[in-house]
């Protein structure tokens, strides 16, 4: 089917109290290993890519990878532009056809946040795209972008003032999780998600999932996590199959048998999470 705006979904999941999956992409073998398991999952799903990811190709190749993997699927499947660092690299993507459109304005005041944010959702409003923001800073490293040690919490309060003077569609939200790989077990702040849940109504993302708790992950889920972001552990799982091939078969030469096992390898992995954000058979 053609591609969709995530809107609609994330509004069916928060009513439905499960979250939609959404996983970064960096090859066409990625972008077919999610579509393969949404389709065996029947389950709604969004790809993204990430400013560096468009930068090694272009917003406008990736769309057109998901755009034909979109079509030949029976699922509904949103293209996402994850982390968008600028208003110039989110219009890009708008331009290209995405379907969602995240501004990470969060390394700037709040100020500064508020902003970028609303330039971004009343540019992509009347085209009718979603915009994702983010208050407060996930920790870890996004790309080229750091974190930073002093990562302030989503406060409830000054999310709701966000949400209400930029207009956006849905909100990422920091309680402890880190971009990356994590050195010890992450300790969310569950109750504050729960806070924010109570006096926020648009639906909510988490960033920073891989390497989280499955059990963890579901919990965010029941208090209100809609969205449930998916990356480093993609790239991992992807480079376990090649290596394989390489161990196994040292000489192989021909692409496609690396990559196939790389394919499966993260087929596998997205299927699983599918049933730990609860949207197995949502479609």
Avoid: W
């Avoid at 110039?88 to 304005?105: F, N, P």
């Avoid at 029941?222 to 790239?235: E, H, M, Q, S």
Wanted: proline share 5%.
């Amino acid at each position: 089917m053609p591609l969709v705006i995530s809107k609609q979904l994330l509004l069916d999941a928060q009513k439905g109290g499960y979250a939609v999956g959404a996983f970064n992409v960096e090859n066409m073998e990625m972008v077919q290993a999610v579509i393969a398991a949404a389709e065996e999952m029947r389950s709604p799903v969004i790809m993204q890519t990430t400013p560096s990811t468009v930068k090694y190709a272009s917003t406008d190749f990736f769309y057109a990878n998901v755009r034909v993997a979109a079509e030949q699927a029976s699922v509904p499947v949103v293209m996402h532009l994850d982390h968008g660092s600028s208003f110039e690299l989110a219009m890009t993507a708008y331009r290209s056809g995405y379907t969602s459109i995240m501004i990470d304005g969060s390394h700037g005041t709040f100020e500064e946040n508020v902003e970028v944010s609303k330039k971004v959702a009343d540019a992509c409003h009347p085209g009718n795209v979603p915009v994702e923001a983010e208050l407060g800073k996930v920790g870890g490293k996004e790309d080229d972008l750091e974190g930073g040690d002093d990562n302030p919490y989503t406060d409830p309060e000054q999310a709701v003032e966000f949400v209400k003077r930029t207009g956006v569609d849905s909100l990422a939200v920091a309680i402890g999780t880190a971009h990356g790989i994590y050195k010890g077990e992450p300790r969310l702040d569950l109750d504050r998600l729960s806070e924010i849940r109570k006096v926020v109504e648009i639906p909510l993302v988490l960033h920073g999932t891989s390497g989280v708790p499955d059990e963890t992950v579901s919990e965010c889920v029941r208090r209100g996590i809609c969205k449930v972001n998916y990356a480093t552990d993609l790239r991992i799982a992807f480079t376990k199959g090649v290596k394989k091939v390489f161990a196994d078969t040292p000489d192989v030469i021909d692409p496609k048998k690396y990559n196939a096992a790389g394919r499966e390898e993260v087929k596998q992995y997205v299927m699983q999470k599918m049933q730990v954000v609860g949207s197995v058979g949502r479609a």
